[in-house]
């Protein structure tokens, strides 16, 4: 089963716009991530957020977590044709498997 | 510093056919999971190993079954193929420590028909 729900499930923007994407999970977590994964081949790790942790930057990447909402936001700011890919975020629920949502295709278009 | 590598990248396999896939992880990991990722989905939790003994398994029925060597390479076999079993097969290491991304390697695309 899947914990986490991702929303949009895809996303289609203009090369240089913003792309914010959204994770739902149900239950308590150690931490979240966040992976892309560019089609037909394996996942990357991107970002990773501690429960005691609101909000983490990585470049032109920004991840907010909100536990009482039990809700994460994926931005990435000023996008490029090549952010085209999908995303998923992942529970870690400590002593549990990382457990994947569904993703959100993001399209960008030159 | 090679990252996970799987292999075969493509497999295709009748119904009721065994397959095993091979992975290699991370130099410095000792962590090895699997997953299935059916088209358009997320990947789902096959099992995990440490130590050369299943840590954690997903749910997956026994068909499903793996191993992993003192060199921390894995495997997963699969037995009495399905066409559900169709799927990319990815590969994730890791090391044992709190707060460990996985790195996953590209998959095994494999095809049951």
């Known amino acids: 089963s899947q914990q986490g729900e991702e929303d949009p499930q895809a996303l289609s923007i203009q090369e240089g716009e913003n792309a914010t994407m959204n994770c739902s999970y149900k239950t308590s977590i150690n931490n979240l991530q966040w992976y892309r994964q560019n089609s037909g081949r394996g996942l990357v790790h991107l970002i990773l957020i501690r429960s005691n942790e609101r909000e983490k930057h990585s470049g032109r990447l920004r991840v907010t977590l909100d536990t009482s909402k039990k809700s994460s936001s994926l931005l990435i700011t000023a996008s490029r044709a090549a952010d085209t890919a999908s995303y998923f975020c992942?529970?870690?629920?400590?002593?549990?498997?990382?457990?994947f949502g569904k993703g959100t295709r993001l399209s960008v278009i030159a | 510093d090679a990252g996970v590598t799987q292999s075969p990248t493509h497999l295709i396999k009748t119904r009721g056919q065994q397959v095993t896939l091979r992975c290699s992880p991370k130099s410095g990991h000792d962590t090895v999971s699997w997953y299935q990722q059916a088209l358009g989905q997320g990947p789902q939790f096959i099992f995990q190993?440490?130590?050369?003994?299943?840590?954690q398994r997903g749910n997956f029925p026994d068909r499903f079954s793996g191993h992993q060597f003192p060199n921390y390479s894995s495997e997963l076999n699969v037995n009495a193929l399905l066409l559900g079993d169709s799927a990319l097969y990815l590969c994730?290491?890791?090391?044992?420590?709190?707060?460990?991304?996985?790195?996953f390697g590209n998959g095994t695309r494999l095809t049951v028909t």
């Open positions: 190993y440490y130590e050369e003994e299943e840590r």
């Open positions: 992942a529970t870690d629920g400590g002593n549990t498997p990382l457990v």
């Open positions: 994730a290491s890791s090391s044992d420590r709190l707060n460990s991304p996985l790195h």
